[in-house]
T-cell receptor, first 110, second 113 residues
Framework: RKEVEQDPGPFNVPEGATVAFNCTYSNSASQSFFWYRQDCRKEPKLLMSVYSSGNEDGRFTAQLNRASQYISLLIRDSKLSDSATYLCVVIPYNFNKFYFGSGTKLNVKP | DTAVSQTPKYLVTQMGNDKSIKCEQNLGHDTMYWYKQDSKKFLKIMFSYNNKELIINETVPNRFSPKSPDKAHLNLHINSLELGDSAVYFC????????????FGQGTRLTVV
């Protein structure tokens, strides 16, 4: 079983829509979680960290559910510029590496 | 100023050749990484160095040899290149081992023909 699993999508949504992605992880002792964004043929860049209590940054909300071992990303009022691949990242308790999901592709259409 | 820079950006080479990719970070970070992203876009860690010391060596063929001359540099040398080595290789750095974000270089797109 992979350490981190994501639905590859693509999610095709109209501008202004709300869209949510989930990401499941297998190691219950995982400590830290992030969402990264990767544009086509570019490097991954941090979108936001995921805190236990959940956190929000503008139109983006990240949640952690430790009991069910998943993290989620909610994007409200989608913009064309949100089109990208969203990667979830999990760091295990010994902090020695980043485990990336394979990414969920989002296409926001006019 | 680019935080994490890697060269070259594109590399096309024949099977059997030996090639190197260089990476430098100017963020003062202690930890650096090499990741491989295959055609299915899956990012997989290859190596991790902390203060010039190797701390992670995933199941990577020994044709791949990293070298960290100082904590700001982490190079990747690949011997006897194979078709299956074609991928995008990303260098990254983070402040230290721990729950710190990773900053990525722009990637090196390696094509073995």
């Amino acid at each position: 079983r992979k350490e981190v699993e994501q639905d590859p999508g693509p999610f095709n949504v109209p501008e202004g829509a709300t869209v949510a992605f989930n990401c499941t992880y297998s190691n219950s002792a995982s400590q830290s979680f992030f969402w990264y964004r990767q544009d086509c043929r570019k490097e991954p860049k941090l979108l936001m960290s995921v805190y236990s209590s959940g956190n929000e940054d503008g139109r983006f909300t990240a949640q952690l559910n430790r009991a069910s071992q998943y993290i989620s990303l909610l994007i409200r009022d989608s913009k064309l510029s949100d089109s990208a691949t969203y990667l979830c990242v999990v760091i295990p308790y010994n902090f020695n590496k980043f485990y990336f999901g394979s990414g969920t592709k989002l296409n926001v259409k006019p | 100023d680019t935080a994490v820079s890697q060269t070259p950006k594109y590399l096309v080479t024949q099977m059997g050749n030996d090639k190197s990719i260089k990476c430098e970070q100017n963020l003062g970070h202690d930890t650096m990484y090499w990741y491989k992203q295959d055609s299915k876009k899956f990012l997989k860690i290859m190596f991790s160095y902390n203060n010039k010391e190797l701390i992670i060596n995933e199941t990577v063929p020994n044709r791949f040899s990293p070298k960290s001359p100082d904590k700001a540099h982490l190079n990747l040398h690949i011997n006897s290149l194979e078709l299956g080595d074609s991928a995008v290789y990303f260098c990254a750095s983070s402040q230290d081992i721990g729950p710190y974000q990773a900053f990525f270089g722009q990637g090196t797109r390696l094509t073995v023909v």
